[in-house]
Structure formats: C-alpha cells, structure tokens
C-alpha cells in the first residue's frame, strides 16, 4: 500500500501557535495600550499596519471556521444569531461571528473583545452587511468599508485602479481621524511589502504540490493558509512561509509524500465543513490525496502565469525593479496586487474560475474534481454549477456534495462519504485499507 | 458458480442470487437469477437484518451458504453486512444491474425510498458520471409517500389516481415539509385528489429530472428502484425527461442486489 516515504511536517507545530497567538494577542491588546480592529480575511489589513506595531486584528472568516470546529460553541452562536433575528440562510461564520459578539463570549476565553474599529473591503455579497450588522451589535463601532468590485483583473483600467486607490488613501486619513494616532508611512509600506511576500510565497508552496508524490495535503494546508486569512501584512507571517517553502522544496527533492499510498489525486472547491475535515482522511483510504483548491491556492496566494504559461508566484514588485517609496506609490501597487486575486475573479464570470480550474488540474495532475456545494457561503459558490458544466466538459470527473463550512445542520457526514465511495469507484479505485 | 447481493436499503433488505449457466456469450446468457428475496426488517437491527434475509432468502432458493461463492453488499447499510466478501455503492451497484437488464440502457434513473439519483453508464454497467439528492427527500419515493399520507391513499391508488388527471398544477415548494403546506391548501381548495397526486409526482419527476440532466440524457433511459412501481411517477417522468420510452425492467426493486451479485461473480470488488 504505501509506495513513499511520509514524514510530519515540521513547521505545522508552528503554524498552530502563530494562529493561537494570534487569538490571544487580539484579546489582550488592551493590557499594553494597543489597538484593537476587524475586518474580514480579504481587508487590505497593511493599511490599518500604518498605525503602529500594537495594532491587531481579528479577521472574520477564520474565526467563523474556528468555531465551527467546536461543535458545541459554534451551535450557540448560530442559535444566538437566529433568536436575535438574523435568517439561518446567510453566511455561516457571519452567524457565529455575529453570535459570539451577541453571547459576548470568545472561543480562547473571556468576553468577546470588542474591536476598536472595522476595517473591511466589499466584493462578496455579504461582506459589507457583516460589519454593518457588527457595528450595530457593539454599539456603534466606527466602521470603514472599501469597495474593490471593480472587474476582474483581466479587464483592469487605469480609472479602476484609481477608484479602489484612491480609497485606501482615504481610509489613512480615516484611521487617523478615527484612532487619533498618526498614519505612518514606513509601516504601511513595510507591511505592504510583507503581505506581498506573505501571498507570494503562499503560492510558491501551493506550486510545490504539482510535484508527485504530493508534499503536502490539502487538510495540512489549511492549517498553514489560514495565517495569511490572520495577518498576511505581518513580517512573522511573511518569515513564516519562508520556512515553510524551504521544508516543502526539501520534501520534494527527498520525495517525502503527505499521503504515503498516493495513486489519485484530487483537488476540491470552496471552504470545507471545517466540522468534518476527516472526509480528507477518508480519501486516504482510496489511496486518494486531495493536493489543494482554487480556494487554497487562490484566496490568499497571488499567482501569475509565467513565461512558459505555467501558473506560479507573483513576481514581486522590487524584485522587477519597482520601486514603492511613498505612501501612494504603495498604495496603489498594493491594490494591484489584491486585485489580481484569483479567487476574486469568479465574481465577475464562473467561467474564469473554470478556465483556473482547468489550469490545477492539468498542472498539479488531478484525476478528479470534489465541488462543495457550500449553503453556507454564497460569494463562493456562486457559479459553482456553471464549475461543474464547464470542467465535466473538458473530461474531468466531478462529484458535488452538499454541505455548510460552518453549520454543521446541514452536512451529512454518512451521505458525503457514501457518495466519496461512488467517485472513487467512478475513478477505478478501490479501498486500501480503512480508518479505525 | 452462485454468487449473492444483497442490498440494504433503508427500509428493505433485498436479495439476489445469481447462478453460472456455463453458456457463452453476453452476460444475460451466461447468468440467470437462481432467486430473489425481499424483506421489511421492521424493528430487526441491522446485522440481525442481514442474516434473517440471507438465511429466508437461501430457504426460498433451495440451497445452501456453502453453494455461496462470494456475497457483496449494497445500499445505504452495505457496510453491516458482516458476512459480505466485499461491498459495493448503490451507484455502481444499480448502474451495473440496470445495464445487464437493459443492455443498451446508458442512462439509469434511480428512484427508491430514500434517494433518487441519475447515472451515465457505459456498456459495461461501469458508472461514468452521477448525480443524486441530498439531505432532502423531495426527489424520492418517500416524498411520495408522504404525500400519498396527506391525500388519504395508498401508494398504489396514490400512482393510479394521478394517471387520471390531466392538468398540470404547479408545486413551487422543493422541500417536503413546504410542499405538503401545499397540498392542504389545495385539499381546502376542493382540487381532486387525482390532481393533486399528478402535481405531487409531476414535482418529484421535474426534481429527478433536474439530477439526471446534470450528466445528461441519452437513449436508452431506464429507470429502477421501487418507482417504477408506480405509473404514475413513470408518466410524469416520461415528460420531464422528454423521451418517448422509459425502460421498466422486471423485478425493479432488486436490480442494485443484482448489480452486486453480478460484481461478485467478477470477484474484483
């Protein structure tokens, strides 16, 4: 059965503490006078940077999937959010998020810390409303939103460009008015330079799994991605994907595999249900190793397609002889970097998403495709079908489950590993062994 | 050579026994049903269930579990049957009997109790694509049945009632809880009851429909599972798919333990 040497993954110990420091330095912010925000993983969080180094963030989505994972909290949190009035049909970590702040409670303990001031971008549908609501619920907090629905990348103008531009300048001015600290211009411009290091190299360890057998596996991932969903502007998460890269280029050269029976590989669609993350295990069984997403890759990690048409990491902008010394020049070199975002594209049209899906498949080598049809988040399943049309099209397998990232009301664990059964038969493969 | 499937399904236990007939050529030649068995397992847990039906099934069929080559097991329940060699997913259990009834079926249609479901097969009975619902019952036969309960019919008179109605009355619930609010507020509206049951099967077939045009529908159709049962259903489904002709195959309700028996006899499950 097993055809390659396996090893656990070194940095992942410390992936999980940067994460469980980084709940705990939110909460505590306080105790040495520092600044408190939120917003969600996609803000432009190396503006808020320009305020000082003591200034934290708690970003929306993954503390929505950290619930989740604690059955009973996360139950509490939708209840609160549904006895509050909020429908059981809008975003899952928008509901627990909401819940907590309404149960006034904090998943790493105490009560929930009440942030300073929300700082969010708009492009999902949700996106504005969650902060709108958050304000709300905490009494008013001082809210800025950015608007970065301007198109998709391949279609950007000048004008476009201008337009989200120009508002993040804005903001500067904002959080001074808001915090009454001064902007400072060298910390916005070394967080800028951070989080295009962080996303770039991201995606420089997401290109490392096209190698077979796969380095990594996508449940493993999840546990190093979220750092760039927290704070992808911060140096430690930048340096921190350093490492990671080196021992996943290591990995490879020593043909060290996440899954030592690797005979298929399969890429997935949307957040999970982060309750049941042992359906990744279950592939296993099959022999079946899952070596990453369009999500995974792309919500965080800024690709481009090199030379030889390849999809890799962003070049980064002084490593072309760019130079980012102002305030405006970053800012606008920073938003240019987000919004070629890829999983900021399907917004616009599924059938980008489908032609990036088609690009994993052929160059990470995917045998077959798992949509998650996901009730719990509407901005990214938006399109999915039109996913699943276009890439059975093209020959690749597809299954679709149904399921909720973050309420677990509306995930069928027996069903969706009934129906991994089905796709892997579909897929000639046949069970290894199975889990205890 | 004997083989058996056995398909645990969430409200029945059916089994299949399938006999080597030492003739060449197509599979339907070389292999004939030696016996079939259907049980109701009622308050019987699941691995009780199991052997009861296995060991009723070997008495109608005059023999013995030694004469067993090999046991392969389907259905929601495939992975209680203790005793089964092997198990087998109700797609590729229900694709493959289906293929070997009609052999130039390439779209199956699956609609039992718990689950309705579309499958691509090739000529092989091998599965190429599917589709089915999921947490929700509107697109299977226990959709109708509850209906049939908030109409006061049985499930026989339930299907024939609906063949003697010719309107088309549309259902805009998708869920079954929703969808029966409806059908009361028609009962209150004095709607016959052979109308509503129509506009009751006609929603379940456009559900099912709406599965099997996700991996598309190509001649020739044939549909399985206890629905076929029900000619009603069959009627609407013959217009929601938009075909002249449904295969209905013989013993519809046993074609996934078919399926099994035939993966046995392969003996690569």
Known sequence: MANYPTEQLKCWKKAKELREQYYINFAKAKEKGGLRWSGSAWALDAIPAGLGNDVYSLTGEPYGATIAVDKKFNKECQDAAESYGFARDLCAYMRTYWGSIILNKYPFGGEFPKPDFNFQTQICCSHAKWYQAASKLEHDTPTFFIDVSVGAYKDLTTERLDYVTNQGLEACEWLEKTTGRKFNDELFIEAVKNEMRSTSLWAAICAENKAKPAPLDEKTMYSLYVLATLSKSSKWCADFYQECLDEVKDRVARGIAAVPNERCRVMSDTQPPWGFLKVFRYLEEYGAVSVGSLYTFGLEGIWETKPDGTWGPRTLPWEKGIEMNTREQAMRLYCDWNLSKPQWQHFYDPRIKTEMMKTIVKEWGVDGVMLHLNRGCEGLSIGIMENRLGLAASGVPVMTFEGNMGDEREFDLGRTQNRVDSFMETLGLKRDFAHA | ??????????????????????????????????????????????????????????????????????????????????????????????????????????????????????????????????????????????????????????????????????????????????????????????????????????????????????????????????????????????GALGVDKVHLPDMPEYISALGAALIAADGDA
């Open chain 2, 1 to 238: 050579m004997i083989t058996a499937g056995i398909d645990m399904g969430s409200r029945t236990v059916k089994v299949v026994f399938l006999e080597e007939l030492k003739v060449d050529g197509a599979p339907q030649l070389r292999w004939g049903v030696k016996g079939k068995h259907i049980m109701f397992p009622e308050d019987l847990d699941p691995d009780q269930a199991a052997d009861k039906a296995f060991e009723d099934a070997l008495k109608g069929a005059g023999i013995s579990r030694d004469q067993i080559t090999r046991v392969v097991s389907t259905g929601s329940g495939r992975k209680q049957v203790k005793f089964a060699n092997a198990d087998i997913t109700e797609v590729g259990a229900g694709a493959r009997g289906a293929v070997f009834m009609c052999p130039t079926a390439k779209t199956v249609v699956d609609v039992g109790a718990e689950e309705g479901r579309g499958v691509k097969a090739n000529a092989e009975g091998k599965v190429v694509d599917f589709a089915g619902n999921e947490k929700c019952a509107a697109g299977a036969g226990a959709f109708a049945e509850s209906m049939s309960r908030a109409l006061q019919l049985s499930l026989k008179d339930f299907g024939e009632a609906s063949l003697r109605s010719d309107k088309t009355i549309p259902m805009n619930a998708q869920c079954t809880v929703f969808a029966e609010s409806e059908v009361v507020s028609l009962i209150h509206s004095a709607t016959p009851k052979e109308d509503i049951a129509k506009a009751v099967l006609d929603a379940v077939a456009s559900r099912v429909c709406a599965m099997v045009r996700r991996v598309g529908i190509e001649d020739d159709v044939i549909l399985i599972g206890g629905m076929v049962h029900n000619p009603g259903f069959v009627q609407s489904l013959k």
